[in-house]
């Protein structure tokens, strides 16, 4: 991988070559009455408008594939417009058709050649974040490379024997004790801070964690964190796949997350993306046409069901629920409202509906609503806006997240995906009261999945609320049917 200088200079001359061949093969099909000569004039502005536009992608930090492209593209767009610009007010620019055809060559090859130049086999710019001196310590020994340094809270020296005998402790103040601490430190009554760890120094806090990142061009994180909790060790975990930096935890945690592989001794290597970049591209594309045609479809019945809740019983039409997202993050989703409105007044529970019970909460148009998944058209907006998709492990409230965290289940290994409305274990009926069976069902789709399993579980479950729709509607009918025989 390419750094500092190397990286700037690498980056703004195959910037400026693939401009320059790509303005040249651009203008072959077109007629340019000063020739060949007038070809490399018009392929030489090219490559200087895009070689000024893309400056800020010579900056050598982490990024993620994602901001790559959407950082080339966006500065190509306004090079494009600008050499457009010339060709209008009769500068001697090349022709709109040349320069469309040069953009597009660039939005393919430009991404690509930067990728080449931040690409690496083994972690080089290691930073190691946590927040407990064992582990760190571990950490920094398995590492194949010295790292920068680590970030963690204020960590104090631990004493683990006294210098002195208990004959001579009632003699002394507590100003005046001696401890040794596993640091090796002599520690006059109160424990000293720890700033280094095996050679490492600490470079700051937890908050200064993106600045070390862009600052010491960081590519590995690695994780030592006592508890995989969902505020700091995934929080980090969030921010290195944001930034692109692959991360490594401690074996420790190595249950809690998705792993892919071994680096030394203790560590794990993380998988924050387990499907391929064109899987994810491919997936979107799926959720945003399924959302946007399911909005405007059902737009007539949407209108239907807001009337129903209204007349049904007092309240809100849609109920906001927090839930939890990638990599722990929780988001807000919106559902039609099912239940009377001071349903969850004394906390959130699992609905009794769903191990096959009554529960009492859930209104008449509630019942009808949860039996059709009506209820869950809103979720359709989370799709559109990327907080969710079509197919993927259902999100569940952060307060039920740490009831089945309790039970000895890695349930935080579904989080490395994105929530969806349908999954397997949807598709199974397998609900929240079965934690084990559902973890299992999220990690095969994790596993399995592609466009083709996400096509066939979206058919699967429009099947089964077909079936639904319909036994609700012969219950009804045969309910009708007994009420007339006992009136007669």
Request: with cysteine; charged share 25%.
């Amino acid at each position: 991988m390419l750094l500092g200088r190397e990286y700037r200079v690498a980056a703004a001359a195959g910037t400026l070559l693939l401009a320059f061949a790509a303005g040249v093969v651009a203008s072959v099909p077109t007629e340019t009455p000063t020739g060949v000569g007038g070809r490399l004039l018009e392929a030489a502005l090219i490559a200087g408008v895009v070689g000024v536009a893309l400056l800020p992608l010579y900056a050598p930090r982490p990024r993620s594939a994602a901001t790559v492209l959407a950082n080339t593209w966006r500065q190509l767009c306004l090079a494009c417009l600008a050499l457009i610009g010339l060709a209008a007010v009769g500068a001697n620019a090349p022709p709109v058709s040349t320069t469309v055809a040069a953009g597009f060559l660039l939005a393919v090859s430009l991404p690509a050649w930067y990728g080449r130049c931040r690409r690496r086999n083994e972690p080089d710019r290691v930073l190691v974040v946590g927040d407990d001196p064992a582990l760190i310590k571990s950490s920094i020994l398995s590492l194949p490379v010295v790292p920068l340094g680590f970030l963690s809270p204020v960590m104090t020296e631990r004493p683990i024997e006294t210098a002195y005998s208990e004959a001579s402790v009632a003699s002394r103040s507590d100003d005046e004790r001696i401890v040794t601490t596993d640091g090796g430190l002599p520690s006059g009554g109160r424990a000293g801070r720890i700033e280094m760890v095996a050679g490492a120094d600490r470079l700051g806090g937890l908050s200064q964690l993106e600045r070390t990142l862009r600052e010491r061009d960081v590519d590995t994180v690695v994780l030592a964190f006592e508890r995989g909790d969902r505020e700091e060790c995934f929080g980090v975990l969030r921010t290195c796949r944001h930034h692109g930096v692959d991360a490594l935890v401690h074996d420790s945690l190595a249950d809690r997350v998705l792993a892919c592989g071994s680096v030394g001794d203790s560590l794990v290597r993380v998988r924050l993306r387990p499907w391929p970049w064109y899987g994810r591209l491919a997936k979107r594309a799926f959720d945003i046409a399924f959302a946007a045609v399911g909005l405007v479809a059902l737009a007539p019945l949407i209108v239907l069901v807001v009337l129903a809740i209204r007349l049904d019983s007092p309240g809100p039409i849609l109920y906001s629920q927090i839930r939890t997202g990638t990599l722990g993050r929780t988001f807000s989703v919106s559902k039609f409202r099912s239940m009377v409105a001071d349903a969850e007044d004394d906390g959130a529970r699992l609905s009794e509906e769903d191990a096959g019970g009554v529960d009492p909460r859930v209104t008449g148009v509630g019942r009808v609503l949860r039996k059709t998944h009506l209820d869950e058209i809103p979720q359709l907006s989370a799709i559109l806006t990327g907080e969710m998709s079509v197919v993927g492990p259902r999100p569940e409230r952060p307060e039920i997240d740490r009831e089945i965290d309790t039970e000895d289940i890695d349930w935080s290994k579904r989080w490395f995906v994105k929530p969806g409305l349908t999954g397997i274990a949807q598709i199974n009926d397998v609900t929240g009261f079965e934690p084990a069976k559902k973890l299992e069902c999220d990690l095969e789709y994790v596993r399995r999945q592609s466009l083709w399993l996400d096509l066939e579980l979206v058919v699967r479950q429009i099947r089964s609320v077909a079936v639904d729709v319909v036994d609700l509607v012969s219950e009804r009918l045969n309910n009708e049917g007994d009420e007339g025989v006992r009136s007669s």
